[in-house]
């Protein structure tokens, strides 16, 4: 697992490197087998939803090989063990149809294991963008944690995570639109940008629907903000004279930053502007680009 994937500096602060949580040490560590049926998952777990066609293979791996990497575990102040981190061998272990697991038993008091849950996830980049944001507001509900206080935690900024936070004011349909991954993060943010909250559904269905993109779905919010609604048969305004490629990586640049962008080509060189609204929306940018100033 490399370090510091995505997270920022903070994470050191937590746990060095969280792959050390998963380093088996011969010398302390005791590898032992345990019942599948005395395990349940990490209850902080934020991740719902995992691909079945890898989790199909790894349990074929495991069923001709077994498991190679043991799971952390600590055990349950009610009965058996909680899982610390391995859910996904967990989950492929019983697929296989195996009935006991190598673990490795620690100690971790609840706060810990909800920050690892959040940690591993995110290291992975395993969350997606609703699963995610809830994962944020578990550690401030359950950890009475400020919005400022989880991002010096995980080492992001405060704007990244309010940015994050923001998605959980969606309509429900339109969140498990975000669940399922039929809108992007980029998508979700443009939506929360209508004035009158009550199309949001609408329009969540017709970016769907129509398999809009984030720039296309920037001008149709727009024209909604200013009582200019296009007919959806028209679409939106695109520029003809761009090259294909180019409305295609400024398509993809604007769904991964979720704001506008630009690519402008000439005589075989190129500049990529992108947009920002005020200064937090310029650290959010940055803290997705995993650029961060040293306050020293």
Same mark, same amino acid.
């Given at each position: 697992?490399?370090?510091?994937?995505?997270?920022?500096?903070?994470?050191?602060?937590?746990?060095?490197?969280?792959?050390?949580?998963?380093?088996?040490?011969?010398?302390?560590?005791?590898?032992?087998?345990?019942?599948?049926?005395?395990?349940?998952?990490?209850?902080?777990?934020?991740?719902?939803?995992?691909?079945?066609?890898?989790?199909?293979?790894?349990?074929?791996?495991?069923?001709?090989?077994?498991?190679?990497?043991?799971?952390?575990?600590?055990?349950?102040?009610?009965?058996?063990?909680?899982?610390?981190?391995?859910?996904?061998?967990?989950?492929?272990?019983?697929?296989?149809?195996?009935?006991?697991?190598?673990?490795?038993?620690?100690?971790?008091?609840?706060?810990?294991?909800?920050?690892?849950?959040? /940690?591993?996830?995110?290291?992975?980049?395993?969350?997606?963008?609703?699963?995610?944001?809830?994962?944020?507001?578990?550690?401030?509900?359950?950890?009475? /944690?400020?919005?400022?206080?989880?991002?010096?935690?995980?080492? *992001?900024?405060?704007?990244?995570?309010?940015?994050?936070?923001?998605?959980?004011?969606?309509?429900? /349909?339109?969140?498990?639109?975000?669940?399922?991954?039929?809108?992007?993060?980029?998508?979700?943010?443009?939506?929360? @940008?209508?004035? *009158?909250?009550?199309?949001? /559904? *609408?329009?969540?269905?017709?970016?769907?629907?129509?398999?809009?993109?984030?720039?296309?779905?920037?001008?149709?919010?727009?024209?909604?903000?200013?009582?200019?609604?296009?007919?959806?048969?028209?679409?939106?305004?695109?520029?003809?004279?761009?090259?294909?490629?180019?409305?295609?990586?400024?398509?993809?640049?604007?769904? *991964?930053? @979720?704001?506008?962008?630009?690519?402008?080509?000439?005589? @075989?060189?190129?500049?990529?502007?992108?947009?920002?609204?005020?200064?937090?929306?310029?650290?959010?940018?940055?803290?997705?680009?995993?650029?961060?100033?040293?306050?020293?």
């Amino acid at each position: 697992m490399s370090k510091n994937k995505g997270l920022g500096r903070g994470i050191d602060a937590l746990f060095q490197d969280l792959s050390e949580i998963e380093e088996v040490d011969m010398k302390n560590d005791q590898v032992v087998e345990i019942p599948l049926s005395d395990l349940r998952p990490n209850p902080y777990q934020p991740r719902k939803s995992f691909d079945e066609t890898t989790l199909q293979e790894l349990a074929n791996s495991i069923e001709q090989s077994g498991v190679f990497q043991p799971i952390i575990v600590r055990k349950s102040a009610v009965k058996g063990y909680e899982l610390i981190a391995g859910e996904r061998r967990f989950r492929a272990s019983k697929l296989a149809g195996k009935e006991t697991i190598p673990a490795i038993i620690r100690e971790f008091d609840e706060e810990a294991m909800m920050q690892i849950a959040v /940690l591993e996830n995110l290291q992975r980049e395993d969350l997606n963008a609703l699963e995610e944001a809830e994962a944020y507001e578990m550690l401030m509900k359950n950890l009475k /944690l400020t919005q400022a206080d989880v991002a010096n935690r995980l080492g *992001k900024s405060r704007p990244y995570i309010a940015n994050y936070l923001r998605l959980l004011t969606l309509p429900k /349909l339109v969140k498990e639109m975000v669940q399922d991954e039929r809108l992007s993060m980029g998508q979700a943010r443009t939506l929360l @940008g209508l004035k *009158k909250k009550d199309q949001i /559904l *609408k329009l969540a269905n017709r970016a769907v629907k129509e398999n809009l993109t984030v720039r296309q779905l920037e001008q149709i919010v727009n024209e909604y903000n200013e009582g200019k609604a296009k007919d959806k048969k028209k679409g939106p305004r695109l520029s003809k004279e761009k090259p294909y490629y180019l409305r295609e990586s400024e398509d993809r640049l604007m769904d *991964k930053f @979720g704001t506008g962008v630009e690519i402008v080509e000439k005589d @075989g060189k190129g500049k990529i502007s992108i947009e920002y609204l005020s200064p937090s929306d310029l650290t959010r940018i940055l803290d997705i680009l995993n650029i961060h100033f040293d306050e020293s």
